[in-house]
């Protein structure tokens, strides 16, 4: 039986060049990065610097780099491993003298019912906030700080507990 599609997108309009906020994309593997979340999340880590063929993940979320376009987009693919098939994407589409579009995309399909409840209940809240987070990371890199950072639902306060990650750095919204 086949899964149920997945599509998540989340972008920010920054009034920024898009080479600015593409060479922050280049950096969003790299330890310490100012983009990935990590202070309140597992640390996106690969086995090499971000090229085709880098494998690697954030906790238990595995994927490989199956296609990169430095400074202005970059493409995961799920592993086998993981209840999903499909890819997200994080891209720069400029817009000229107006700044740039940030864009995360994520289109996959679930491997059946238990993968699609997972991902209604518990996963894609997981992932909205993670992704958000990320997006306000770009946007205070590129300075343009959000004027109001993002914020955990009381959902995802829950979920992470139930995930073993209690600190809870992020006020409620």
Same mark, same amino acid.
């Given at each position: 039986m086949g899964g149920s599609m997945? $599509?998540?997108i989340h972008q920010r309009e920054l009034p920024v060049p898009a080479k600015q906020v593409g060479a922050l994309l280049d950096t969003v593997a790299e330890p310490g990065n100012?983009? $990935?979340?990590?202070?309140n999340w597992p640390a996106l880590v690969l086995d090499r610097p971000l090229q085709v063929g880098a494998d690697g993940g954030h906790g238990d979320i595995r994927y490989s780099c199956t296609a990169y376009e430095p400074g202005r987009a970059v493409e995961f693919t799920f592993a086998p491993s993981?209840?999903?098939t499909g890819a997200h994407t994080l891209e720069i589409i400029d817009r000229g003298e107006s700044g740039c579009v940030v864009r995360h995309l994520l289109v996959a399909e679930a491997d059946g019912p238990p993968s699609w409840l997972l991902w209604t209940c518990a996963i894609r809240w997981l992932h909205d906030a993670v992704v958000e987070e990320l997006l306000d990371g770009v946007a205070t890199a590129a300075g343009q700080p959000p004027a109001r950072p993002t914020s955990w639902s009381p959902w995802v306060r829950v979920l992470r507990l139930g995930f073993g990650r209690t600190t809870d750095p992020i006020?409620?919204?």
């Open positions: 997945i $599509w998540n100012p983009l $990935w979340p990590s202070q993981m209840p999903f006020p409620v919204g």
